[in-house]
C-alpha cells in the first residue's frame, strides 16, 4: 500500500502563492507518477500538474500553467505545488495522487485533500 499526505493549505490574498507539499510513504516503490488535482464546490475534481518520479518530465493544466509548478524530491519522498498568483478560481481542496502507471490523469492513492482558499 502507499500512503500520501498533504499539508501547506491555507487562506492567501489575489496574487500571492502558497507551496503544498505531498509526503508518500509505503511501498512508493510501486509509483511512477504523482499529481495533483482539485475540487471546488459545486465543480467537478480537475486535474492540476503531474511529475514523472523517476526523470522528472512534467504536465500541467491549460488553467494553470506559468503560475503553478510541481517538483520533486526523491529523498525525501515528497512532491511539491508551488503556486504563484493565485487567483480566487484557485480555491479549491487540492489532493495529491499517486499512480502505478505512467499515464498523467489515472491515479491509484488519494490522499485527504487540504484546503486552499484565495480572497480578492
Known amino acids: 500500500q502507499v500512503q500520501v499526505v498533504e499539508s501547506g493549505g491555507g487562506l492567501v490574498q489575489a496574487g500571492g502563492s502558497l507551496r503544498l507539499s505531498c509526503a508518500a510513504s509505503g511501498r512508493t516503490f510501486r509509483v511512477y507518477t504523482m499529481g495533483w488535482f482539485r475540487q471546488a464546490p459545486g465543480k467537478e475534481r480537475e486535474f492540476v500538474a503531474a511529475?514523472?518520479?523517476?526523470?522528472?518530465?512534467?504536465y500541467y493544466a491549460d488553467s494553470v500553467k506559468g503560475r503553478f509548478t510541481i517538483s520533486r524530491d526523491n529523498a525525501k519522498n515528497t512532491v511539491y505545488l508551488q503556486m504563484n498568483s493565485l487567483k480566487p478560481e484557485d480555491t479549491a481542496v487540492y489532493y495529491c495522487?499517486?499512480?502505478?502507471?505512467?499515464?498523467?490523469?489515472?491515479?491509484?492513492?488519494w490522499g485527504q485533500g487540504t484546503q486552499v482558499t484565495v480572497s480578492s
Open positions: 495522487a499517486a499512480s502505478r502507471g505512467t499515464g498523467w490523469l489515472d491515479y491509484d492513492y
Open positions: 511529475i514523472s518520479w523517476r526523470d522528472s518530465s512534467t
